[in-house]
């Protein structure tokens, strides 16, 4: 694995939703691989979210440092753009350029915390039309801003990659409308922008993770079937596995699973174990 993710040392790196879950694992694969990595959350310091999970950007940035990488925290709400046009910034004043943008960060799962009990809902006329506007406004909108952001940083690298955060149930019909058609909306953003950068050599992917441990996993982790479930550092290392690919444009515009990355590129999961890719029937 250390070979193999060599080539992203000293690359800069932005990853958006970063205080606990995916993103976190996101964040400490490619740190520890080398990466100078920057991270955005709402929640600066442990206690202070509404989810009532445990995380913070702050906990997260410690932990790799301490681990020997480097990552930088920025407090950031991605549903206001100035704050998200300041992430950039900074980067762009301390380092000039944006190697490796992950799109992670997500909103829609106030059901946990907002009184609605998402199984309990019969149908979409049951569902907050709340949850529509999070899912967009804090997920294919949010990801849609950071990516024109990061592109115009990338742009005068002729080169760059860009993973958007998505999932299975772009392919169903029967787990939520808006859930459904804000992943097949981030897929098909994903498919638009890798025809417009194709000429600039800038790689936009989808990817898809299978069952991960997330903190909100594991809370209700005796409801759920884990045996054959991935860490967080495991999509990470999906992440670090493409940033190594020098014929990485060959994916360009693709929807790729992390477990099937794994068995293409080489690697396991931290704990060794290697992950059987799910397909959408499977969720």
Not at 78 to 103: M, S, T, Y
Not at 188 to 200: D, N
Request: proline share 2%; hydrophobic share 40%.
């Amino acid at each position: 694995m250390n070979k193999l993710v060599q080539p992203i040392k000293g690359k800069i790196v932005l990853v958006t939703g970063a205080s606990r879950g995916i993103g976190k694992g996101i964040a400490l694969s490619l740190g520890l691989a080398g990466a100078i990595v920057y991270i955005t959350g709402r929640t600066l310091e442990e206690g202070a979210s509404g989810s009532e999970l445990s995380g913070s950007i702050t906990s997260t940035a410690n932990e790799i440092n301490s681990l020997g990488g480097k990552c930088i925290a920025i407090q950031c709400d991605h549903c206001v753009d100035e704050e998200v046009e300041a992430v950039f910034q900074r980067i762009k004043e301390e380092h000039g350029q944006l190697n490796i943008l992950v799109n992670n960060v997500w909103g829609g799962y106030e059901h946990f915390t907002n009184g609605t009990e998402f199984w309990k809902e019969s149908g979409f006329w049951t569902t907050p039309i709340s949850r529509w506007d999070s899912m967009f406004q804090a997920g294919v909108r949010a990801h849609y801003v950071s990516s024109v952001h990061a592109v115009r940083l990338m742009l005068g690298q002729n080169n760059g990659l860009i993973v958007n955060l998505s999932f299975f149930t772009s392919q169903r019909n029967d787990k939520g409308v808006a859930y459904g058609v804000s992943k097949t909306a981030t897929d098909r953003m994903t498919a638009c922008m890798a025809e417009e950068l194709r000429s600039h050599d800038i790689t936009v992917v989808s990817l898809y993770p299978g069952m991960v441990r997330t903190e909100a996993v594991l809370k209700g982790a005796e409801h759920l079937d884990l045996s054959n479930s991935e860490s967080p550092q495991f999509i990470g290392r999906s992440v670090a596995a493409l940033a190594s690919d020098s014929n990485i444009m060959q994916k360009s515009g693709q929807i790729l699973i992390a477990a099937k990355l794994a068995l293409e590129y080489g690697f396991t999961d931290i704990d060794g174990k290697q992950p059987v890719p799910l397909k959408a029937e499977d969720i």
